[in-house]
């Protein structure tokens, strides 16, 4: 019961820190794209006074005379799309990056740990696991056949081997082979997974420096 508690607090927590990532890139990327967008088409609305008001116009005016007003105005509905995907990205790396510094973290690793050591007791390191693809397929029929690995922990090791290098491991040394391997997969998501908002800040620079300079072409 009391780890079942637990289990509840530690993913509460997770999902919060999470959502809020979500919610500041969405929220603040759409703002900004919005307020851009209002004051880059009001700042050129002379563009299509007299003609009609004809989007033709308006479209080749801003593509001549003003390109980063262009750009803020058209690009609109891409600057949006872009900051729900990057929030997508950052709230599943943010997840999983803080699910495996949890306790629950410890438990994929045991299923992990798990898996290598009965590789390892039917002594196919040096005659069947001689690449990285070859140890990926053992290692993910392993935790398939584990009736304790659940399927969130069986995604992390398969993401987790999909991603780390093992180009420098030797597979013919089977000696201290599977804490080696260990301790790349933790070290992959310590640091490689380890989220980070600086997309979204370059993102939202890249705006401001096009509004300021939209500002100064008229």
Known sequence: MNNLKESLKIAGEIMLKSTFKWVLIVFLGSFFTLLSFLVALFWNLDLIIGE???????????????????????????????????????????????????????????????????????????SNIMNKAALKMQVLREIKDDPNASGIQRSIIRYGFRKIDLEDVDFKNGENLSEKLVDKFKLFFEEMMKPTLMYFWILLLVQFILLISSLFLR
């Open 52 to 126: 009609e008001y004809k989007f033709a116009s308006f479209f080749y005016g801003l593509l001549k005379e003003n390109i980063p007003a262009f750009l803020l105005v058209f690009g609109a509905p891409i600057f949006f799309i872009v900051y729900v995907v990057m929030a997508q990205k950052v709230t599943i790396k943010n997840t999983t990056y803080l699910l495996m510094r949890s306790k629950a973290g410890d438990y994929v690793t045991q299923v992990l740990v798990s898996a290598l050591e009965k590789m390892s007791s039917k002594h196919q390191w040096s």
